[in-house]
């Protein structure tokens, strides 16, 4: 079983609705991550935040927006999404941001936009 | 050229046979390296952390060759059970604040289907 634990697992929605997706571990970690998936592709970066803090976005669009309430918990706000933002959507995090961390992923929440 | 680069496969190999999955990355201040595993429709597992002496977990072997860049990763005696996408996984490294810290650059994946 993952130790990062995202929910919803699945979720569908149009494109002008807003729906959260939310991350959370217990593993002491300052380092957390949000990716994106497409089918037969690695996962992209999306934003990563150390000790609360955003440290890199990586150029994606304001329809996506992080938060990161407590050192425990990362969502992502969706607002206006369009079709081919569709993809499997991951939290990783990490002990930190050193080198040479290793990065623990959830089992993800599949978007479907309408 | 791309900064991981990976053999794509497929690879399909009979139970019990020895593969061997080979990836190379640009950028020779690259920090660390991992390997992943993905089953399809889940998340990427980390399967081990590479070190510059190579390491081994029970059938896994990696390795690491910093001249010329190039990490790989041997699984012994396959099992069914391994079927799935390998990612190479590198930390290019950088300095606190920029751009790159902390940040990892993946493989396109190798796909193995272990046969009975």
């Known amino acids: 079983d993952t130790e990062v634990t995202q929910t919803p697992k699945h979720l569908v929605m149009g494109m002008t609705n807003k729906k959260s997706l939310k991350c959370e571990q217990h593993?002491?970690?300052?380092?957390m991550y949000w990716y994106k998936q497409k089918a037969k592709k690695p996962p992209e970066l999306m934003f990563v935040?150390?000790?609360?803090?955003?440290?890199i976005n990586e150029s994606v669009p304001s329809r996506f927006s992080p938060e990161c309430p407590n050192s425990s918990l990362l969502n992502l706000h969706l607002h206006a999404l369009q079709p081919e933002d569709s993809a499997l959507y991951l939290c990783?995090?990490?002990?930190?941001?050193?080198?040479?961390?290793?990065?623990?992923f959830g089992d993800g929440t599949r978007l479907s936009i309408l | 050229r791309k900064e991981v680069e990976q053999d794509p496969g497929p690879f399909n190999v009979p139970e019990g046979a020895t593969v061997a999955f080979n990836c190379t990355y640009s950028?020779?201040?690259?920090?660390?390296f991992f390997w992943y595993r993905q089953d399809c429709r889940k998340e990427p597992k980390l399967l081990m952390s590479?070190?510059?002496s190579g390491n081994e977990d029970g059938r896994f072997t990696a390795q690491l060759n910093r001249a010329s860049q190039y990490i790989s990763l041997l699984i012994r005696d396959s099992k069914l059970s391994d079927s799935a996408t390998y990612l190479c996984?590198?930390?290019?490294?950088?300095?606190?604040?920029?751009?790159?810290?902390?940040?990892?650059?993946f493989g396109q994946g190798t796909i193995l289907t272990v046969h009975p």
């Open positions: 990783a995090s990490s002990q930190d941001l050193t080198n040479h961390q290793p990065q623990h």
């Open positions: 593993m002491g970690h300052r380092a």
């Open positions: 935040y150390s000790y609360e803090k955003l440290s």
């Open positions: 950028n020779s201040a690259s920090q660390s």
């Open positions: 590479v070190y510059s």
């Open positions: 996984v590198v930390n290019m490294g950088g300095r606190a604040g920029g751009t790159s810290y902390g940040k990892l650059t």
